[in-house]
């Protein structure tokens, strides 16, 4: 990983110390280029005739986005946001009466309310599974949730937008594999953060966000989509022209790509503004990416610590998501620390994480989040202007 050149290409972090890469980073310059480059030409040629000569270009994007994951380019499907790729996911499962879906304390607010959705409109269940005194996953639990309930669904956020905990994918999916249940992985903040393996997670779905690790775009995200889901005709509720064929008045038949996901209208400058991004990523390779990031968490965390803050962060695994507030609870005199020093940064509210704050009797928590732009000596020069 070669630092000099990575912060020469990303402009955004010469005046500023930011640490803001899990609400939405910052993107390099060839992400940026890529995208006013083609907005140019979309400008004398119009949206299809461009999109006719980058065919190829286009098709890139679902090698990298694949090679990131390892999966194949047919299982992947562009999608504008995490969410997007959520619901779709959500929308090709039969749901019925009696259902039950089984996810975690820790999954995002938005996977939540689409439970809750769920739970409305067909009377389905949604159990969370326990933690360990350590805050991991009770497998144990799950296990047994799983023979007493058979769930139609398991699905589990990867890392959780408002903690810094890494929950254990892998096993879950062993046990989705062995009683042969649906399982749904939010990986929109672990790409680009640490290695995502979905052949290793044994995951039906995997969604994920371009705007932050990954350092791409604003409204783009991915889906992937296993084999078995794609080979048992599964599908969008709402499918469109790239979706299906429409072979008869009343037929349509499905395409057998994971583009059967996607619709037919999308933003082709983000596109390739995320192919970019996730090429990018490629080349310095995830498993750098993520030995350098785990540097930087640990020492931050180490260092807030021993400035006497409340560190939020529980499990065995941390990853680069770091939230603290004062011992007191109150998070003002950090928030102010920070804005005078130009340090970007977010603050997570309970109503975000309703759960996960309650049990921790938290209102608020500072999240920091450092990238692999990131320097050391900018959490060192963060921890010292924290020295309250
Ligand atoms: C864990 C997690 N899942 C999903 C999302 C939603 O992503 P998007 O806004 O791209 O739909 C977020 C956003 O913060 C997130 O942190």
Redesign the pocket.
């Known amino acids: 990983m070669n630092l000099e050149v990575i912060r020469k290409d990303t402009l955004g972090c010469s005046d500023k110390i930011f640490l803001n890469s899990?609400g939405s980073s910052l993107m390099s310059k060839a992400v940026v280029d890529r995208m006013i480059n083609y907005l140019y030409e979309e400008q004398q040629l119009g949206g299809y005739t461009t999109a006719g000569l980058y065919t190829d270009e286009i098709s890139q994007f679902y090698e990298e986005a694949a090679k990131l994951i390892n999966a194949t380019s047919a299982n992947i499907a562009f999608m504008n946001?995490?969410?997007?790729a959520y619901a779709k996911a959500l929308s090709s499962i039969s749901f019925k009466e009696g259902d039950c879906i089984i996810t975690t304390n820790d999954d995002?607010i938005?996977?939540q309310i689409a439970f809750i959705s769920l739970k409305k409109r067909y009377d389905i269940e949604i159990i969370r599974m326990k933690n360990l005194s350590d805050h991991e996953l009770d497998l144990h639990d799950l296990e047994n949730l799983i023979r007493k309930y058979s769930p139609k669904l398991i699905a589990v956020?990867h890392?959780?937008?408002n903690s810094g905990l890494i929950q254990n994918v892998e096993d879950v999916g062993r046990l989705c594999k062995q009683y042969n249940i649906l399982y749904l992985v939010?990986a929109?903040?672990s790409v680009g953060q640490i290695v995502v393996d979905v052949m290793k997670m044994k995951c039906d779905f995997l969604t994920a966000?371009g705007?932050?690790f990954m350092r791409g775009p604003r409204g783009s995200?991915f889906l992937y989509i296993s084999d078995e889901v794609l080979n048992q005709e599964m599908a969008p509720l709402f499918l469109d022209s790239n979706g299906g064929q429409w072979t008869g008045f009343d037929e349509y038949q499905l395409n057998n790509k994971a583009k059967r996901f996607e619709h037919f209208e999308r933003s082709v400058a983000t596109l390739l503004g995320f192919k970019e991004a996730l090429k990018y990523a490629n080349n310095i390779g995830m498993a750098n990416i993520e030995n350098y990031n785990r540097n930087l968490a640990e020492k931050l965390r180490i260092n807030l610590q021993n400035n006497d803050f409340r560190i939020l962060d529980l499990g065995n695994q941390l990853s680069s998501i770091i939230t603290f507030c004062q011992k007191d609870g109150k998070i003002e005199k950090i928030r102010k620390i920070l804005n005078e020093n130009n340090v970007f940064f977010t603050v997570s509210n309970k109503n975000n994480a309703l759960i996960d704050f309650t049990l921790k009797n938290v209102e608020y928590a500072i999240r920091l989040s450092p990238h692999y732009f990131n320097t050391l000596e900018e959490i060192e020069n963060v921890s010292d202007f924290l020295l309250i």
């Not at 946001?81 to 997007?84: E, I, Q």
């Open positions: 899990a946001s995490s969410t997007d995002y938005s996977n956020t890392i959780p937008t939010d929109c903040q966000t705007r932050k995200g």
